[in-house]
């Protein structure tokens, strides 16, 4: 498992406004030391970010556009404004990595995110 690999999660059920309560597509956006102890089961959890089929004008700078491939059925964003922190039992399946342009992509809007500019 590698940082920028897609996988299927299984989110549950909603509970309230914050939960995404569906299976959906994230992407795993941390270092791959941490992958590897994840791998090794010496550590349980991974940030992510979801994917959306819906794009929002509110947070656009946000979003990074994902085109299908592979696994990943229907082009998608990167909804980066939505990082969040998963244990690994939720993981179900790769559907896809993405490429090298992508994550930094991805790394460009968190530094907005995060104003690290």
Do not use: W
Request: overall charge neutral.
């Amino acid at each position: 498992m590698l940082k920028g690999d897609i996988y299927l999660v299984d989110f549950g059920k909603s509970k309230d406004s914050f939960s995404f309560g569906k299976i959906r597509p994230v992407i795993i956006y941390q270092t791959d030391k941490l992958n590897y102890a994840v791998d090794e089961d010496i550590y349980d959890y991974f940030i992510v970010i979801p994917l959306s089929t819906q794009n929002d004008i509110v947070t656009k700078e946000f979003r990074i556009n994902i085109k299908a491939r592979d696994g990943l059925k229907e082009d998608s964003f990167a909804v980066v404004n939505s990082l969040c922190f998963l244990h690994k039992k939720y993981l179900k399946q790769k559907l896809s990595s993405l490429a090298q342009s992508e994550i930094i992509q991805i790394d460009n809007a968190l530094k907005n995110l995060f104003d690290m500019d």
